[in-house]
């Protein structure tokens, strides 16, 4: 009933860009690391303003900021986030001191964004993973610098990707008849604001609590609701 093919790919293709990673990762000095992280970043922030284009109802859009905040901060998503990588961390000790950080980082990057909302949403009402299928290719080849900085987090972060895509795509399934042309969009636009928060924080300028704004995202579909 559900394609998930898509997801699949994506969460196989992070698992494999991170081994690579992991084996490679005393191969590349600091300095390249550190570059490539900052230019990573970038392309970061490049993606988060060009999907902020797609929204056409940017009242909406503050709204959805707004009230996501206020949901995302009462139940507090950003500090379960971290407390379940540090619980990974613990289990792992002795081994990479950094996998709490790399866990939390890449599965906001990898869950974040356009590529994320659309594909899963394209996936989910069309049954096309085009779109997923290169958001893998990406998400392989930065896991690729991820992991050999931060280590084994960021291969465990591929269930993120699995749980949150899959939801995604299973919920556009559900609701054809709901996610207009325009929500989509709206969705977009807010995922791509976030994503400039996440870029905005890998260059150190910024400590957002991004995954706190999570729940905005979705303020769209029950906006569509109502006026329904």
């Known amino acids: 009933m559900f394609n998930l093919l898509g997801t699949i790919v994506n969460a196989i293709a992070i698992m494999v860009g991170s081994l690579v990673g992991i084996f490679i990762k005393k ?11 900052k230019g990573l970043a970038l392309c970061v922030l490049y993606l988060g303003f060009s999907g902020t284009l797609k929204g056409n109802n940017p009242l909406l859009m503050i709204l959805s900021i707004v009230i996501g905040a206020v949901v995302g901060e009462a139940i507090d998503i950003d500090n379960a986030i971290t407390k ?22 890449s599965s906001l990057l990898f869950c974040v964004g356009s590529m994320a909302i659309v594909g899963s949403l394209e996936s989910g009402l069309t049954g096309n993973h085009q779109m997923l299928y290169a958001k893998s290719i990406l998400d392989g080849v930065s896991s690729i610098i991820f992991s050999s900085t931060l280590g084994i987090g960021v291969m465990i972060s591929a269930i993120s990707v699995f749980i949150y ?26 995922g791509s604001l ?35």
């Open 165 to 190: 895509q899959g939801f995604i795509t299973i919920c556009a399934a559900l609701l054809k008849g709901i996610l207009l042309e325009t929500v989509v969009a709206n969705m977009t636009a807010i």
């Open 84 to 105: 379940l990588g540090n619980n990974i961390e613990k289990r792992f000790r002795g081994g990479e001191s950094k996998i709490s950080q790399g866990f939390v980082a």
């Open 27 to 37: 191969g590349l000095p600091d300095n390249i690391k550190e570059t490539v992280m």
């Open 194 to 228: 976030l994503i400039i928060g996440i870029g905005l924080n890998m260059l150190g300028i910024t400590k957002i609590k991004v995954a706190n704004l999570l729940p905005a995202v979705f303020i769209p579909i029950i906006y569509q609701l109502f006026i329904r």
